[in-house]
């Protein structure tokens, strides 16, 4: 998700809103990857959990990436068990290819568990993103991403973000961005941070953001 999102999983990702808040760290795993074979990479990734003698928290999950010249393509998959009646399940397909002038990216992604209709996160989304540089020191960045909810009625969600990075240094560049999530009346997507679930929203709201920093690299 991180290598076809917009610039990772940071603020303004439509993938990142969409996303399962309790997914990005894993607790207690093994990780390998392979070296670079003719533009191949292999990943895999096995996750304990935390409860001795239960596969409940536990995790495992893996990728292929291809990448040649402007192109970058790859595939993912993960499961995770979450309780002893439920085990989550992803899927994930990205491509990005740099024109030079502009890089796109398209990342999708489905979602299936064992739980009913009412507390089910079944669904699919995707992030259609793209970054154009502005001369040696700016960049615009743009995302646009749109959730269906396949387990329960009205749970879709769409969501756009702009952003402008600008550098004044090698260390150290001014960002400004707004984002908008539009839930529909059974959805509840808010604006997640880079590495946790954000506020939590009334179900058919339209949470937005608005952003103004400075980033300093040591």
Excluded: C
């Amino acid at each position: 998700m991180a290598s076809y999102a917009l610039t990772g999983l940071i603020w303004g990702n439509a993938a990142n809103y969409f996303r399962d808040g309790t997914v990005l760290r894993a607790s207690n795993s093994l990780r390998y990857q392979s070296p670079n074979m003719g533009g191949f990479t292999v990943r895999g990734m096995y996750s304990f959990g935390e409860a001795a003698g239960s596969s409940v928290a536990s995790l495992y999950g893996g990728s292929v990436d291809y990448a040649a010249g402007p192109w970058a393509l790859g595939a993912s998959w993960m499961q995770r068990r979450t309780t002893a009646a439920n085990t989550d399940r992803y899927a994930l397909l990205g491509a990005a290819y740099d024109f030079g002038v502009a890089r796109a990216a398209l990342l999708l992604s489905t979602r299936r568990d064992d739980l009913p209709a009412a507390t089910s996160g079944q669904g699919r989304f995707y992030e259609a993103s793209v970054t154009v540089p502005m001369g040696m020191a700016g960049q615009w960045l743009l995302s646009y991403g749109a959730y269906h909810g396949q387990a329960r009625a009205q749970s879709d969600a769409r969501a756009l973000s702009v952003r402008y990075d600008h550098s004044l240094s090698k260390r150290t560049k001014l960002y400004a961005g707004v984002g908008r999530i539009h839930n529909e009346a059974g959805a509840a997507f808010t604006i997640n941070t880079a590495s946790n679930a954000g506020p939590e929203v009334q179900a058919g709201s339209r949470p937005s953001s608005v952003v103004l920093g400075i980033s300093h690299a040591f």
